[in-house]
């Protein structure tokens, strides 16, 4: 587990998650939310940060959508999450590829490459 990024995420039964990491090394745990929440735990900069959804667009992906638009309320940082999803796992399915378009107060955008998983805890 690398010792950079969010910290580990548990589900409980019932639920699903959405963890995505960066692709350029170091491999970082950068997002994370969970299908009934509607908020997300990203890493904005160095420092983990929950923020809320404020839409969410394309294709159905088990609990979520294929685009996923988030704003933090402090520091009006945008983040745009866009996937492709994979093949079926066990309990979830693979993101082949995605990116993370981060865009600061200034309009500064940063986009990160993603991979990741859908995983879902039977209930």
């Known amino acids: 587990v690398p010792a950079e990024g969010l910290p580990p995420q ?3 039964a019932g639920q ?23 908020d997300a735990l990203v ?11 404020t839409s969410a667009g394309g294709d159905v992906f088990g609990q979520f959508l294929t685009r996923m638009n988030f704003e933090d309320p402090v520091s009006k940082a945008k983040v745009t999450v866009s996937i492709k999803p994979g093949e079926p796992l066990e309990g979830g399915q693979r993101v082949d590829s995605g990116n993370i378009l981060f865009r600061d107060a200034a309009g500064w955008e940063t986009v990160l ?3 990741g998983v859908r995983a879902c805890i039977p209930g």
Do not use: K
């Open 10 to 12: 548990r589900l409980e």
């Open 16 to 38: 699903c998650g959405l963890f995505l990491w960066g692709m350029s090394a170091p491999r970082r745990f950068v997002f994370f939310t969970e299908g009934s929440s509607g």
């Open 43 to 53: 890493l904005l900069g160095e420092t983990p940060t929950s923020i809320p959804m």
């Open 113 to 115: 490459p993603v991979t």
